[in-house]
């Protein structure tokens, strides 16, 4: 049997900041891709998901939580996950 050290902690204590988002409202397929999406089409859907979040107040919170848990998917803060990836690459490496 397994035996635990300590509970998880949650993923995020405060979502207030997703009320005042610039995507509130807006259609998620804005931000994430459909299966097997590839070059054009993501870039330009990636594209209009970037513009929304570069005028959102509430950007860097938006950021800030998707490196927190390490989202797989979509376009989080202005960034996509291999965007995303690089940024918790430079943090590890420093």
């Not at 397929?29 to 097997?36: H, I, M, Q, R």
């Not at 993501?42 to 950021?63: D, G, I, T, Y």
């Not at 998917?73 to 490496?93: A, C, D, F, K, S």
């Amino acid at each position: 049997m397994a035996s635990i050290a300590r509970l998880p902690m949650p993923l995020q204590d405060v979502w207030e900041w997703q009320y005042d988002a610039a995507c509130k409202g807006i259609d998620p397929e804005t931000f994430f891709s459909p299966d097997a999406e590839r070059g054009p089409r993501r870039r330009n859907r990636e594209a209009s998901a970037k513009a929304l979040c570069a005028v959102c107040p509430v950007v860097q919170q938006c950021l800030d939580h998707a490196l927190a848990v390490r989202e797989p998917y979509g376009v989080w803060g202005g960034l996509n996950i291999n965007e995303r990836e690089n940024v918790l690459q430079h943090q590890r490496t420093g």
